[in-house]
């Protein structure tokens, strides 16, 4: 009895010692899926991350359909059937907000993971690419989670941060990314050009895109209480000088025509218009028509009784008088995703001037923005010369007539490009845009100046509940804050 | 050591109605359990204490593997396999779960009459960090045995216990899982772009402290048997509760993830078991045999963590704090204070009315429909034997509970259900409510007419907001079904004993041969969940009823 229970006692201490090994149980890695290891390192997460940047940059001209429609960039035709007029609920741009579960937790993801690694270059990129997000977030929420955003169950109500607290943590990222990238010491792992699809790992042009966001979100403060035009004019004249300098240095994301995917304005051309190309509309095109403006032909095709003729969203053209169409030509699979273009610098050079009573280096940015943007367009020479030689674009000696030239002609540049021309419109009320020319949505007559809270924030998140749902059509964030009176509406 | 096999095919010519050009499909699923469980046991006796002492070590291993291939485009009709289709996706996967455990147990017994025990466990599990201790104590009280001079009572037993069980996650819950980044056809990105694949974190929190749950219960007990065994009853009262409960939490986006499995719930039962065993006749050749079992549980949500979100189980079932685990919750009509649907009084008035007349969802909020759970289930089941002919029958009751029927909701969509066979010639209907609207500014209910007599496009309705909502499609679980009827034929003792047998039977039995559903059930089984078991159970689509089975058995005793 005594030896069998010693032998048996044995074989428990050797199943025991076998099974009690926490080796034994450390075999929790799903085979089937790819899971966070050192094999994944940010050279995995870069071009993911570039993407989602590109698809935010411009979601919303394609799903928030009112968007372009309102800008006026657009008009839909009744004759295609499809809905013209666009509702605006309490879910209305819920795509933005859901970059906090995407594309910003990605690339603070990154962000995050080269900076515990000391990979410098990819550190910075994702500090670029996450204060874009952080500037995004504020421009449209205006309060926003921040601090206790992005950790999970941690916080499972996170608290709001006031606007200017996610811009200066938006800026201090974008300086951080600026030493990232001038650092002697990029670490052990650079990104390589095809990981970087953006930039092709040129961190000259990262460092001069720094600077160039960190003008343009100055810019955004202009109106805000606190300060001053003249002084955020400074700013924007102090970043520039490190931005972006040529058409080369534009930041986007380019289709490739060999690739299945095309950009989203070839394919909603394409699908929706039968590559008929989409309408633009009559405030658009006579806008371009008072100038004679030279990028027409490149725009668009000719209507069928002659020249350049928009449309009146939601109308049915008539035959024998269509009118204009988005050129195939030029809406075509390579469009890029626009983030930044280069024009849009020299506008930003242009109305800092302004803001500061220097007409005529006002007049010389944004002449030199127009240029910069025919030449993007591929428009010949001579016709640049023609077009900027005309009285019009002399610039006014006054503020306000100067801002307002200056961003209408910044609008024309940035047509079906970024969303700066919302954000402008916004700030400035320039340009001044005809909503007599669209259909108007169904439950307002104007359009957001921010956008709503979502249901699911305002209705869980106490500190979200504790603002409540904004007056989202009268009022916009906390830059929102300059009078326009010739249209009372939006105020 | 069990290890099971499966492998399954599918497949249809080229030509059929619903796949014109063929398919093959073929599934492989397989599973290997290891389990080993080693124990010492000591057993002696002090006077009129016995004593049973056991210690134990136990360790597990489940490994499971899946491999599919499904085909399309037959090349060659009436061939079947995988290189006789045009196009094919495949794909395989696996997975292994370890734990192992130490356990004991000390029984004492005071005479034949008193019994306790006591038992332990400690759990170390792959998929969580921590691992976990469960008790468990019970009292068993034999009082029969005080009562030896009552005849009519053959054993009595009360009993009660306090018993502790642990389980862990399932396995690779809490793993940091990448996905590919994001990708959108329309807005031309998509992976592997220009050669470059790209995965990032996915929105699923990752939750390191992910912990085991637990389930606590008391229960109390009485067993009796009476008349020489002839009647016997068994009551059971139950409350049981579960905490650390691990449950998928939705959660903000402003967190960064969209959700995760998450230590945050509580739930209770509290429930009665009722058996009952009888031998109403007995005689040399005839014999009676009924049982009936009846059954209540009253469940209850405590706790579902900071905040009390509702949490969506899947399968159209909910956990609400204050509400019986689960319900289903969802998108109502709205309603006037005392009840009635208000009809919109918004909207063209003409022919090309749309909203007019038609029912509104309330914008408010969403609304419990009840409980999934039934209210009790029963079974009956009656066995008449007459010398070696034997024949039984099960009758199967379910009372209360709730379906939603998915497919109803489809259906009413294309005018395709029972339920719109009378539909209106003119496509109007009259809907019996009050006019009214939800005023966003008073946030009121605004009854504008008591009495509706505007009527809305029928299939309008079907089409639109009655797709908004659940409540059109949530209907009774309750059913009757007779489960199993078996004719059992014994053969005589001497042909089994010429066969070297100790018993040889044939039965021919039937399965789920009747059943009847409650007035307003649309769907063909109630029963049946599309997603199988799952904590919502709710959901019934594009499924299959329980099947009605004939079996001939043979049934040989060695």
């Known amino acids: 009895m005594k030896r069998i229970l010693i032998k048996f006692s044995i074989i428990v201490l050797v199943l025991l010692t076998m099974s009690s090994c926490q080796k034994w149980l450390d075999i929790d890695y799903n085979p089937n899926a790819i899971t966070e290891s050192p094999a994944i390192d940010e050279g995995v997460y870069l071009s993911g991350v570039e993407s989602e940047w590109a698809q935010q940059a411009v979601t919303f001209f394609v799903w928030w359909n009112g968007m372009k429609d309102w800008l006026l960039w657009y008009a839909s035709d009744g004759t295609q059937g499809y809905e013209t007029r666009f509702e605006i609920s309490t879910d209305y741009g819920g795509e933005i907000w859901g970059a906090y579960s995407g594309a910003l937790m990605h690339s603070n993801a990154l962000y995050e993971k080269a900076k515990e690694n000391g990979n410098k270059r990819f550190q910075g990129i994702g500090a670029v690419i996450t204060a874009w997000h952080w500037f995004n977030m504020a421009d449209y929420y205006d309060q926003a989670p921040l601090d206790e955003a992005l950790k999970g169950a941690e916080f499972p109500y996170p608290n709001v941060n006031s606007l200017e607290e996610i811009y200066t943590h938006a800026n201090a990222l974008l300086d951080e990314a600026v030493e990232c990238f001038t650092s002697s010491d990029p670490g052990d792992l650079v990104p390589t050009a095809a990981q970087d699809y953006i930039y092709g790992a040129d961190f000259e042009k990262w460092t001069r895109l720094c600077y160039s966001l960190k003008a343009r979100y100055a810019m955004r403060l202009t109106y805000l209480p606190g300060k001053t035009p003249a002084g955020q004019a400074d700013l924007v004249l102090q970043y520039l000088q490190n931005g972006l300098q040529n058409n080369d240095d534009m930041c986007s994301w380019k289709h490739l025509a060999s690739l299945q995917f095309d950009s989203y304005i070839y394919e909603e051309s394409l699908y929706d218009y039968s590559a008929a190309g989409m309408t633009p509309s009559l405030y658009i095109v006579d806008l371009l028509n008072d100038l004679s403006d030279p990028r027409r032909m490149i725009f668009w095709t000719e209507a069928e009784a002659g020249g350049y003729i928009g449309h009146r969203s939601g109308t049915s053209s008539v035959a024998g008088n269509r009118p204009s169409r988005w050129s195939m030509s030029y809406c075509t699979q390579t469009y890029p995703d626009m983030i930044m273009m280069y024009s849009e610098n020299l506008f930003l050079k242009a109305e800092a001037h302004a803001l500061k009573g220097e007409y005529g280096p006002a007049e010389t940015a944004m002449k030199a923005g127009i240029r910069a943007d025919m030449e993007y367009h591929g428009v010949p020479e001579a016709d640049i010369i023609t077009y900027l030689a005309q009285p019009a674009l002399t610039m006014p000696t006054s503020v306000e007539a100067a801002q307002e030239l200056v961003m209408t002609q910044k609008y024309i540049a940035n047509t079906f490009e970024t969303t700066e021309s919302y954000f402008d419109f916004i700030r400035t009320g320039y340009p001044r845009l005809d909503f007599t020319t669209i259909n108007q949505v169904i439950n307002t007559n104007t359009f957001p100046r921010r956008n709503p809270y979502p249901p699911d924030e305002i209705e869980k998140n106490p500190s979200i509940s504790a603002l409540g749902q904004p007056d989202y059509f009268r009022k916009g964030t906390a830059w929102d804050t300059k009078p326009f009176s010739w249209r009372s509406d939006t105020k | ?558």
């Open chain 2, 1 to 558: 050591m069990s290890t099971n096999t499966s492998v399954s095919q599918n497949y249809k010519n080229k030509g059929g109605l619903v796949e014109t050009q063929g398919v093959f499909n073929r599934y492989n699923n397989s599973s290997k359990d290891v389990e080993s469980t080693e124990m010492i046991t000591y057993d002696n006796t002090f006077g009129d204490f016995t004593v049973n002492v056991m210690a134990g070590h136990n360790i597990v291993q489940n490994y499971w593997n899946s491999m599919e291939f499904e085909g399309t485009g037959l090349v060659v009709p009436g061939i079947y396999n995988s290189s006789n289709v045009s196009t094919y996706t495949a794909g395989s996967s696996y997975g292994m779960f370890r734990s192992w455990s130490l356990f004991g147990e000390a029984r004492i017994g005071y005479k034949s009459l008193l019994y306790y025990t006591v038992t332990g466990r400690n759990d170390w599990a792959s998929s969580i960090n921590n691992d976990f201790f469960y008790p468990s104590h019970s009292l068993g009280f034999v009082f029969s045995e005080l009562l030896q001079n009552a005849k009519f009572l053959d054993f009595g037993k009360v009993r009660v216990s306090y018993a502790k069980v642990g389980a862990p996650a399932s396995a690779y819950t809490t793993n940091v899982i990448l996905s590919q980044a994001s990708s959108s056809d329309w807005l031309g990105h998509s992976w592997p772009f220009n050669g470059q694949n790209s995965y990032l974190p996915s929105s699923t929190y990752p939750n390191p402290d992910l912990a085991n749950e637990f389930k606590s219960e008391i229960e109390t007990g009485l067993e009796m048997r009476f008349f020489k065994n002839r009647l016997g009853l068994d009551l059971a009262l139950y409350h049981n509760w579960s905490t650390n409960q691990i449950l998928w939490q939705q959660l903000l986006n402003s967190t960064g993830y969209e959700g995760g499995w998450i230590n945050i719930g509580g739930i209770t039962h509290k429930g009665i078991e009722l058996g009952i065993t009888s031998t109403p006749v007995q005689t040399k050749d005839f014999s009676w045999d009924m049982s009936l079992t009846w059954s209540k549980d009253n469940s209850m949500v405590d706790d579902l963590g900071e905040n009390d979100e509702p949490i969506d189980l899947g399968s159209g079932g909910w956990a609400i704090v204050g509400q019986p685990y689960p319900v289903l919750y969802g998108d109502a009509f709205l309603r006037d204070d005392e009840g009635n649907l208000v009809l919109s009084d918004q909207g063209s008035t003409g022919t090309d009315r749309t909203t007019y007349g038609r029912p509104i969802i309330d914008p408010r909020s969403r609304k419990i429909f009840g409980k999934i759970a039934p209210d009790w289930v029963s079974s009956i089941r009656n066995s008449l034997r007459y010398k070696n002919i034997t024949f039984m029958a099960q009758l199967d009751i379910q009372k209360g509970g709730l379906i939603d029927n998915f497919d109803e909701h489809y259906l009413t969509y294309y005018g395709m259900s029972p339920l719109q066979e009378n539909r209106p010639e003119d496509n109007r209907i009259v809907f019996d409510g009050v006019m009214g609207h939800y005023d966003y500014t008073s946030q009121q209910v605004v009854v504008t007419n008591p009495v509706n007599t505007e009527w809305t496009y029928y299939s309008s309705y079907y089409q639109t907001v009655c797709q908004s909502t659940e409540e059109d499609n949530i209907q009774p679980r309750d059913f009757i079904k007779l489960r199993e009827v078996a004719l059992t034929y014994r053969m005589p003792g001497k042909v089994a004993d010429a066969l070297h047998l100790k018993g040889l039977d044939v039965s021919f039995a039937g399965r789920n041969l009747w059943r009847k559903f409650k007035d307003g059930f649309s769907g063909s089984d109630v029963e049946t969940n599309t997603n199988g078991i799952s904590n919502g159970n709710a959901w019934f689509n594009y499924s299959f009823p329980s099947l009605r089975t004939y079996a001939l058995t043979l049934n040989i005793t060695l």
